[in-house]
């Protein structure tokens, strides 16, 4: 019989698989040969379908445009009718202006007054702009040098009857529902979208509108969680702080586990912190915990309880956000249905602080990116790179990644960065 497929029984087939020093490559890997995407599928009206993810390829019932028409105001001609060596008089028979078509058909020497968009009359098939013509009374004066199907959109260049306008596995933006709204389509299938529950561990947490008692902290990892969870378009369940209490977690683990698709915590996921939080997960279900070979983000737990994914993120605060990006965005889209999912613009550039760095890790630090008065970009860090400084990911636009064989950074070295914006 075939061993089940589990993240452990994927882990010990890898040949090198190291859990106290997992490349960020690595774990994204194998996480993603778990990732089953969602298949309920829903229909929305164009407009609440903006950020939801296409279950099936829109095709185009119309012609776009649907007629050949004018790309610029002026006349529309028989191009047989114009000289190629002078001017020639031709008498104007109409207009054609947008959603005001021409009725009859252009015949020998006649010329239809035509407006960009309107409907290019029968008979006719070339544009003349009107600044290269001379109208007088009902007659219009043009010259040579024009050519046929000159200034003239044909019908089905955009889009042909039939033809798939909108593929499968993306996730509208406002283009795309406009585009949708242009075929005249006013509901598309989505999938449904992915529920995520969270919560936060730690004695030492308190919530907003409580008063914070000695060695007590606020707790901010649910707040970015929310903030990441709600960009990716996810229907979040936040399930509060659970206390550093075998019971507590355990019935929060579960009832996380029933509600929702996804379960990330944040916090105790550390060795030797809360050994109970690993015995716990093996009872309920099948989990891993690897040490990522990143900083920040080192400590990571990945696996099911009951039908849910769950994630254990770090408790730093910006260890959270920092594994979000790298490690949960590109597995939440997938199981989103997102196909392909867009890869974070990644490129070089120079920069201008110095950089601390070790060997050994790959590390993601904060940084600004900025051109100066010429237009040249280039990157500084935000400061302080600590991984429960969260100003570092507030003020910063994009991160520094800096590979794992890398030291320091002197300035003026290229770097890699990676964009925050629009990613999440
Ligand atoms: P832990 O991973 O539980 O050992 O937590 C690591 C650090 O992150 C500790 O300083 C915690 O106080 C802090 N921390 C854990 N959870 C949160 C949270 N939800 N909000 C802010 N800080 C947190
Ligand atoms: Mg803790």
Redesign the pocket.
Known sequence: MNEPVTPKHALSCADDYDPNSMPVEKAREVIARFLEPISTVERANVRAALGRVLAEDVISPLDVPAHDNSAMDGYAVRHADLKSDGDVLLKVAGSSFAGAPYQGTLGAGQAVRIMTGGVVPRGADTIVMQEHATAQDDQVTIGKGHKQGQNLRKAGEDLAVGQVALKRGLALRPADIGLVSSLGIGEVAVYRRLRVAFF???D??VSIGSQPGAGQ??????YTLYGMLTRLNCEVLDMGVVRDDPALLERAFSEAAAAADVVIT?????VG?ADFVKELLERLGEVVFWKIAMKPGR?LAYGRIGGAHFFGL????VSVMVTFYQIMRDALLRLSGRDPIPAIPTFKVPCVSSLKKAPGRTEFQRGILESDEHGTWSVRVTGEQGS?ILRSMSEANCFIILPTEQGNVTPGTMVDVQVLEGVI
């Open positions: 936060s561990t730690g030492e947490l902290i606020f707790d901010s990892n649910r944040s916090g105790g996921v550390s912190e400590p770090p408790g730093n605060p429960g």
